[in-house]
């Protein structure tokens, strides 16, 4: 009878159900929500102009006429540039964000106010801590790379079929050059383990910003400077690339003289000339003309060169933050 009246054992509970995230990851989500969809809201701004604007291109045409012989662009022409200038713009701009928010919000403030702490007593290893939030950082800024630069390579191949649409802008151009390859990838990992590295030795937020911020841009105007040679260059005397090639970018250009010496345009200039002097067959002692420089097919070596350099950089920084934040707290 009182086996009977024995209450049956309570089921056990459920264990919960598993997400995508978990642990330090899951808490690095929760505490960047802000800057999450703040990211995600610019993102798809930037590529719904380029898509709204080539749309109305589409159904409105380029370029009207204006009398005989005359074409101007239409308004929808105005936009589509304004579009396309927008996203090269974020997309060469985005590394120096991804470096502020990597080295001030996402790590430097957590090790400035002891935030880390918390984490670090729940299992979770100063390295581990570390990396989880680099990982985060770089998987969502590199796809919204990838995004801004195809949607940047689309509105260019546009421009690319109607001359009024395009700013004259050529791919060698420190503007839209970063924006339209590989290097656009190569720059998000640089800031990501720049601002690591600025974070972990700084240990303050603001500070930590400038610093990350300036190292990123002195490299990306560094390599904007040292770029042109980076890959060997064509050289040729007499009319030019202009002609037979498409978008050639000039590296040197100037005069060969009787003797076989060079001199560049620049350099009649600075001997007090103009650059008429320098011409071939007046009284100077030129011959012809002479062009170093760069075919469009030259795009992709240059871009994967300095892509592999950015990203050897880009580990030796993450090699050093590991050491460091390793070394200040076990």
């Not at 590529?47 to 045409?61: N, P, T």
């Not at 970018?249 to 650059?275: H, N, P, W």
């Amino acid at each position: 009878m009182s086996a009977l009246l024995e209450r049956p054992p309570a089921p056990a509970p459920a264990p919960p159900a598993r997400t995508g995230l978990r642990g330090p990851a899951w808490v690095a989500v929760r505490q960047h929500r802000p800057a999450l969809w703040t990211a995600l809201l610019l993102a798809v701004l930037s590529v719904g102009c380029v898509v709204a604007a080539r749309v109305w291109l589409g159904s409105a045409g380029a370029v009207v006429s204006c009398g005989k012989g005359c074409t101007q662009g239409t308004a929808a022409s105005g936009w589509f540039r304004w579009a396309e200038n927008y996203v090269g713009g974020a997309t060469v701009l985005l590394p120096l964000l991804v470096a502020a928010f990597t080295a001030g919000p996402l790590i430097a403030r957590e090790l400035q106010t002891g935030m880390y702490r918390l984490a670090w007593t729940q299992s979770v290893s100063p390295a581990r801590w570390l990396a989880v939030r680099l990982v985060g950082v770089a998987a969502i800024a590199t796809a919204g790379a990838v995004l801004l630069a195809a949607t940047f390579r689309w509105s260019r191949s546009r421009s690319q079929e109607d001359p009024l649409l395009s700013m004259a802008r050529s791919w060698s151009d420190r503007e839209v050059y970063p924006a339209l390859g590989v290097t656009a990838v190569g720059y998000i990992l640089l800031a990501v383990a720049v601002g690591a590295l600025a974070a972990v030795i700084v240990r303050r937020t603001l500070l930590a910003m400038a610093v990350g911020v300036a190292a990123t841009g002195g490299v990306s105007l560094f390599f904007a400077w040292v770029r042109p040679y980076l890959w060997p260059v064509v050289k040729t005397e007499g009319a030019g690339p202009f002609g037979a090639l498409s978008d050639p970018s000039i590296v040197r250009e100037g005069v060969v003289l009787a003797d076989g010496s060079r001199m560049t345009y620049q350099q009649c200039l600075d001997m007090g000339f103009s650059k008429s002097p320098c011409e071939p067959g007046t009284a100077s002692t030129a011959v012809t003309h002479f062009y170093e420089y760069h075919p469009a097919s030259h795009f992709w070596p240059l871009q994967l060169v300095e892509t592999g350099m950015i990203l050897a950089l880009a580990a030796a920084c993450v090699f050093a933050a590991f050491k460091v934040l390793g070394r200040r707290h076990g």
